[in-house]
């Protein structure tokens, strides 16, 4: 079972940037997702962004493109989302989610991620105006 640690979280001014890791134990299988996901109080859980293993491809919201980058350490088996010129709807707990299926990123990633089934215990993202 895989097993997922999120960290990062924490206190940013708008404008300001904070990087979420998240460290993938358990897989027994090279080609995986891992997605970023987010909810906040009264929200649905949404997708922020996703990255496929082992080509690399990745998926994000229309609402942090060119803001957000995911990337991937595999030495570490760390994902990390670096989150830049952060606005306060970006703020909220902050998923990292992972599954092992052979889809294409965007088809794993949308809908708020209900095809992973591996999750981790969130991190608290918030954004002071």
Same mark, same amino acid.
């Not at 990062?8 to 997702?33: E, K, M, P």
């Given at each position: ?5 999120? $960290? ?8 300001? $940037?904070?990087?979420? $890791? +998240?460290?993938?134990?358990?897989? #027994? %299988? !090279?080609?995986?997702?891992? @997605?970023?996901?987010? &909810? ?9 962004? +996703?990255?496929?293993?082992? !080509? @690399? ?15 991937? !350490?595999? *030495?570490?088996? #760390?994902?990390?989302? &670096?989150? !830049? ?5 970006? *703020?909220?707990?902050?998923? +990292? ?15 708020? @991620? ?5 999750? @981790?215990?969130? %991190? &608290?993202? %918030?954004?002071?105006?």
């Amino acid at each position: 079972q895989p097993q997922l640690v999120e $960290s990062g979280g924490g206190l940013v001014q708008a404008g300001g $940037s904070l990087r979420l $890791s +998240c460290v993938v134990s358990g897989f #027994t %299988t !090279d080609y995986y997702g891992i @997605g970023w996901f987010r &909810q906040s109080p009264g929200k649905e859980r949404e997708e922020v962004s +996703c990255i496929m293993s082992p !080509d @690399g491809s990745t998926y994000y919201a229309d609402s942090v493109k060119g803001r957000f980058t995911i990337s991937r !350490d595999n *030495a570490k088996n #760390t994902v990390y989302l &670096q989150m !830049d010129s952060m606005r306060p709807e970006d *703020a909220g707990v902050y998923y +990292c989610a992972a599954d092992a299926k052979a889809l294409r990123v965007r088809a794993m990633c949308v809908n708020g @991620g209900p095809l992973f089934a591996s999750w @981790g215990q969130g %991190t &608290q993202v %918030t954004v002071s105006s």
